[in-house]
């Protein structure tokens, strides 16, 4: 039952004093999710910064976020609707008015519905990941409207169904007890990049005596600060802790009593890691078999003992078993005891989601089937390969022709003239290039949303600041008006943004108690009632409630139950005739400047490395006759792109490390490093590979990296692109000619500001 308290919450930014200060969230894919306090001025905003009084942002915020105002009054922010003239990807619109666009894009669907509605697809992800702008309106809009359902998989599902079939969920340590935690494992993240308000704490705990140990291919900034890095070779990660359970288990380093009383399927486990010894790991992982002892003998010797793992561990086709080897170690010594002791992955199952109020399954068709459902990571094939056929996508909160794998199959989807596009965007992207209809969206500055997280534990307000910018619409609003437009006459289509918001919690949950989203509000932030420890007594949300090592239910679906080593679908060891030709294997951790494709269009935020960039170790270089500061082609049978080289030894033998994810368009060759990975997905959880790719670098020519940016070519008369520029600013309309996977085209303009 929801608690439906009659105080209103603000439904729009207020009317103000000429200068006031604003509560509002992060809303990017980032465990952080800070507090943010927005300073508005005459009904601008002005200034973005960290909340001093919640206790992980700690007035501090990512250079990224701190820009949210250049962000939103950028020259090339899209201000109205756009309709598309010309040739799919040639990124050439002209304006048109909202009823007239709506109008349209109601009568297309409507026409393909009437056909069959699973030729409609949504694609979206975490562009933005509060609860209203999300999902909440745009789930019963296609769930009501029968089309196909989207397996929402690209960065975070492998691990969450290893966590599920371990620890029963995602679950896992408060992230402010790493303060207190004696030994920090920080397994497969860059924090300073990826989860900076982490790191702050991991500090402290450091200069309070902790010792930090860094395990990842590549001596990331967040590894040259800590006091050991372990640089396995990628996909290994299972290898490594398996073998790490087979030292304390010979050694019996165990705590017998918390494996008893609170673990199940341990002989299963024993038997398991017993085939795994430090040498043959060492061969696997490409370390020392000192290492692999080393490692499990301060893991066992120190207490409260801490592993944060993230995603990057989870990118290769063992990903999930490799989550589910590390989620068991705290179980095996016993770390779950201690506060600041356990595993932490992801904090987001520690809400009390009501999913069903929130996204309304219950509109889906029922009869003659409940619709198809296509995996977002494949949408390259799924696009050429679908049948019945994709006739259209709408896309919300994504950039896929950037972020999904296989760019070259992507982006050969998306130019289909037969292919109905609607990009609901801010900027535009890849993606808005391809669209039939571009729809301006709000930003966070711009309207209300409820956050979750996961990498903390609290419920977050965000309040809009300032009325939207141009015609700009809410993803909810514009969700809103064609539910309306087709005909959905149910009431949920009526539900204010606020009634959203609230339909997402069930607030009779002992986690959220005494909580509302009034009181939630006046601070911004609440923290969830979920002990500290908590599974300092077991109590895991699995079946059995207990950490399990043996999974009856991973046995049901014809997968091991017990964790194991699966090797990468590609690498020297896997896929020897492949890595013949191929012989690097290629990891695409996030830059720090940018959140996935978010801030790329920024020019202060690209000003640091001004390209795409990758790192690769001397010895690699020099075998390819490579120096320091050249560019150079990464390619494999799947595409190729220009690169800049920074020959480091940072960059481990055999791997080379490539900064992502820039917009094709703003890289030289036009294409990132997508146009390398492959649809290939995980063990479990139908997820991405991203980091499972082999590759080979050679020297770019002189033809492919020319550049002659007084060939810039303008939109043709009376087809203005999308967001104008202002006076004197280059223009982001024309489409420029694409690099195939064998060689790159230069850009006819230079890239937006």
Excluded at 160 to 182: N, W
Excluded at 346 to 356: D, K, V
Excluded at 397 to 421: H, M, Q, T, W, Y
Aim: proline residues 8%; glycine residues 8%; contains cysteine.
């Amino acid at each position: 039952m929801l608690n439906r308290e009659s105080t209103d919450l603000p439904a729009g930014p207020a009317a103000a004093a000429a200068e006031h200060i604003v509560r509002g969230a992060c809303p990017h894919d980032c465990p952080d999710t800070c507090a943010m306090l927005i300073t508005v001025r005459d009904g601008k905003v002005v200034k973005v910064g960290g909340d001093p009084d919640h206790p992980t942002t700690n007035g501090a915020l990512c250079a990224k976020v701190t820009r949210y105002p250049e962000r939103t009054y950028h020259a090339d922010r899209l201000l109205q609707p756009m309709r598309r003239v010309g040739r799919k990807g040639e990124g050439r619109f002209e304006p048109v008015g909202w009823d007239e666009a709506l109008d349209d894009i109601s009568a297309r669907l409507r026409a393909i519905a009437a056909r069959d509605p699973q030729r409609i697809l949504p694609y979206s992800y975490a562009g933005t990941m509060g609860f209203v702008q999300q999902e909440g309106m745009a789930m019963r809009f296609f769930h009501k409207l029968g089309a196909s359902l989207l397996d929402r998989t690209i960065c975070a599902s492998a691990g969450q169904t290893a966590l599920a079939h371990t620890l029963g969920g995602a679950v896992g340590m408060d992230i402010e007890c790493f303060a207190q935690s004696r030994l920090i494992i920080i397994w497969g993240s860059n924090a300073i990049t990826s989860n900076l308000h982490f790191w702050t704490i991991a500090q402290q705990a450091k200069r309070d005596g902790a010792k930090l140990i860094a395990i990842d291919p590549y001596c990331s900034d967040t590894a040259l600060k800590c006091h050991q890095h372990i640089a396995l070779l990628p996909g290994t990660d299972a290898a490594l802790a398996l073998g790490v359970m087979h030292v304390l288990i010979a050694e019996d380093r165990l705590d017998h009593d918390y494996i008893a009383r609170h673990t199940l399927g341990f002989d299963a486990l024993k038997e398991r890691a017993l085939a795994y010894p430090p040498d043959r790991v060492a061969k696997i992982c490409g370390i020392s078999a000192d290492e692999v002892i080393g490692l499990a003998r301060d893991y066992a010797g120190s207490r409260p003992a801490a592993i944060r793992l993230n995603y990057g561990t989870q990118r290769t086709h063992g990903g999930g078993n490799a989550v589910r080897a590390i989620s068991c170690l705290p179980a095996l010594t016993g770390a779950w005891r201690d506060p600041a002791g356990g595993v932490l992955l992801s904090a987001s199952g520690h809400y009390p989601i009501a999913s069903a109020a929130l996204q309304r399954p219950d509109l889906l068709p029922q009869w003659p089937k409940v619709p198809r459902t296509i995996n977002m990571v494949t949408i390259g094939d799924a696009l050429a390969q679908a049948d019945p056929p994709v006739e259209a996508v709408i896309v919300y909160n994504s950039n896929p022709v950037a972020v999904a794998p296989d760019s070259e199959k992507v982006i050969a989807g998306f130019s289909r003239e037969n292919l109905f596009v609607v990009v609901l965007e801010h900027f535009q992207t890849d993606t808005a290039d391809y669209a039939d209809y571009l729809l301006p969206a709000t930003t966070q500055l711009e309207h209300f949303d409820l956050h979750k997280t996961y990498g903390h534990r609290y419920l977050m307000i965000n309040q809009p600041a300032v009325a939207p910018v141009g015609q700009a619409r809410s993803n909810s609003e514009i969700f809103r008006q064609l539910a309306a437009r087709m005909g959905f006459d149910d009431p949920c289509f009526r539900d204010s943004d606020i009634e959203i918001a609230r339909s997402a919690i069930d607030w009779t949950d002992p986690r959220v108690q005494g909580m509302t989203l009034e009181s939630i509000a006046q601070s911004g932030w609440s923290k969830l009632n979920v002990a500290q420890a908590p599974f300092a007594q077991g109590g895991f949300p699995t079946p059995s409630g207990k950490c399990e090592f043996f999974s009856e239910r991973l046995a049901a679906q014809g997968l091991d139950p017990v964790p194991d080593f699966v090797p990468p679908h590609e690498s020297v060891q896997s896929d020897p005739r492949r890595a013949a030709s191929y012989p690097l294997a290629m990891i695409s951790p996030p830059s720090r400047n940018f959140m996935n494709t978010t801030f790329v269009n920024l020019k202060s935020l690209r000003a640091p490395t001004h390209e795409p960039a990758c790192e690769l170790h001397p010895d690699e270089a020099a075998a390819r006759g490579l120096v320091d500061g050249q560019r150079v082609r990464m390619f494999n049978d799947r595409g190729a792109c220009l690169l800049k080289l920074n020959v480091t030894p940072r960059a481990r033998p055999g791997v080379v490390v490539a900064w992502g994810v820039w917009w094709h368009k703003l890289a030289q060759g036009e294409r990132n490093v997508n146009a390398l990975t492959s649809q290939a997905l995980t063990d479990m959880g139908r997820a991405p590979t991203f980091y499972d790719c082999l590759v080979e670098i050679e020297a770019a020519s002189s033809e492919m990296t020319s550049t002659d940016e007084s060939s810039a070519e303008a939109p043709s008369a009376g087809a203005p692109s999308a967001g104008a520029p202002s006076a004197g600013a280059p223009s982001a309309g024309a489409r420029p000619t694409r690099a195939g996977p064998t060689g790159a085209s230069r850009s006819r303009h230079p890239p937006p500001a």
